[in-house]
Structure formats: structure tokens, C-alpha cells
């Protein structure tokens, strides 16, 4: 298994600015995810991390909303930016050691944007 | 296409019973995995079981059981005695080799009331 740290925990931010989420995974992975969970709903696939190289997103999401980073085996951030109040969202990292494997998830990331 | 369905929305049970939460899924894959997924309300997303396709062997865990059944594409889960410290919202998600993706159901409140 991996274990997933976020920062920040959560956070109330203002319309119109942007907030970068850290992930963390203490060990080496293949594969990273970033999920957004809208009140009340289910988990959506953001895009999944690629280490060393863009990106690849969902349908609806795009790079200059979502900016994602992913230096390396264990670590990759999401930005979010120019927030609007429909971004209220639980943002949520995952990590997968292989292909196939199980995702693990951290703890996600409390965004309410006024 | 591949989905994952939950049918029940919220169930509400006291203390000590037991409960089946349903998950119906959908795909044309012949191989894939089966998840349960567990969100207290403190929104971490924690993993409980994987099944792959080709394992329809029932698995229990302490008060926790899950039933696959291929035939007719049923991944249920089943709490015996349940405690207050269930109450989440209990997430089923399918993955499947030509996606490459993890697919979420629309999760099931499970309120314990005392």
C-alpha cells in the first residue's frame, strides 16, 4: 500500500485567485490521480499526473484551469485556478503502484471559494 | 461503456443491525477489479477490498463481507452488527484494463443511529 499526505487540509479562499494543493506519497508510484468531489457527489477523474511530461485530462478539464506538476515518483501538485465559487470542492490525490493496482487515496483537500 | 450503480441513495439503521449495500456494474471487459471505498465524514477516501474478475470467491473480514457474483454483475456488501463508527458514505468502483481508469459508483450514505 502507499500512504498519501495533502496540503493544505483546507482552505477558504477568495474569487478570482488560484491555491496549489500538494501530494505527497512516501513511496515511488507509477501512477498519480487528482479527483474533484463537488458537495453531495461522486468522485471525478481531474486527469492523471505524468512524471516528466503533461498531464492527460478528463473531458471538461483543461491545463489553464488545472495545472498539474509531477516532478517526480512521489510527489505532484494541483493548481486551481482563477477559483469561482462553483470550485467548492473536496480535491483529492490518489497513487497507484502499477498499472493495475490498487488506488490509494489521501486525505483530500477542503476548497470553498467565496 | 463501463458503470457502476448504487441504487440505494441513504440507508438509515440502528445499531446492531445488519445492512447490504448494493453495487451493480457494467463493462465488456473480461478482466477487471472490483473496490470498495469507504468516506467518513471526515472525507479521507479509504480503501476496504479489491476483487478481480476472475476470483468469485466471497470474502469476510472481521464484520465486513463482500458477495461477487458475475452473473449478474453484483459486488454487494454486507455489515454485520453494525456500529456507529460505520456511518460514511461507502463508494463501489469498477477498473478495467481497456480504460485504465477507476470508475466510481454514486455512493451510499450509511447513517448507524445508537
Known amino acids: 500500500s502507499a500512504v498519501i499526505s495533502q496540503k493544505p487540509s483546507r482552505d477558504i479562499c477568495q474569487r478570482g485567485t488560484s491555491l496549489t494543493i500538494q501530494c505527497q506519497v512516501d513511496s515511488q508510484v507509477t501512477m498519480m490521480f487528482w479527483y474533484r468531489q463537488q458537495p453531495g457527489q461522486s468522485l471525478t477523474l481531474i486527469a492523471t499526473?505524468?512524471?516528466?511530461?503533461?498531464?492527460?485530462?478528463e473531458s471538461g478539464f483543461v491545463i489553464d484551469k488545472f495545472p498539474i506538476s509531477r516532478p517526480n515518483l512521489t510527489f505532484s501538485t494541483l493548481t486551481v485556478s482563477n477559483m469561482s465559487p462553483e470550485d467548492s470542492s473536496i480535491y483529492l490525490c490518489?497513487?497507484?503502484?502499477?498499472?493495475?493496482?490498487?488506488?490509494?487515496f489521501g486525505p483530500g483537500t477542503r476548497l470553498t471559494v467565496l | 461503456a463501463q458503470k457502476v450503480t448504487q441504487a440505494q441513495t441513504e440507508i438509515s439503521v440502528v445499531e446492531k443491525e445488519d445492512v447490504t449495500l448494493d453495487c451493480v456494474y457494467e463493462t465488456r471487459d473480461t478482466t477487471y477489479y472490483l473496490f470498495w471505498y469507504k468516506q467518513p465524514p471526515s472525507g479521507e477516501l479509504v480503501f476496504l477490498i479489491r476483487?478481480?474478475?476472475?476470483?468469485?470467491q466471497n470474502e469476510i473480514s472481521g464484520r465486513y463481507s463482500w458477495n461477487f457474483q458475475k452473473s449478474t454483475s453484483s459486488f454487494n456488501f454486507t455489515i454485520t452488527a453494525s456500529q456507529v463508527v460505520d456511518s460514511a458514505v461507502y463508494f463501489c468502483?469498477?477498473?478495467?484494463?481497456?480504460?485504465?481508469?477507476?470508475?466510481f459508483g454514486t455512493g451510499t450514505l450509511l447513517a448507524v443511529q445508537p
Open positions: 468502483a469498477l477498473y478495467g484494463g481497456a480504460t485504465n481508469k477507476l470508475i
Open positions: 476483487r478481480n474478475s476472475f476470483d468469485e
Open positions: 490518489s497513487a497507484q503502484l502499477g498499472t493495475r493496482d490498487t488506488q490509494y
Open positions: 499526473a505524468n512524471q516528466g511530461s503533461e498531464a492527460t485530462y
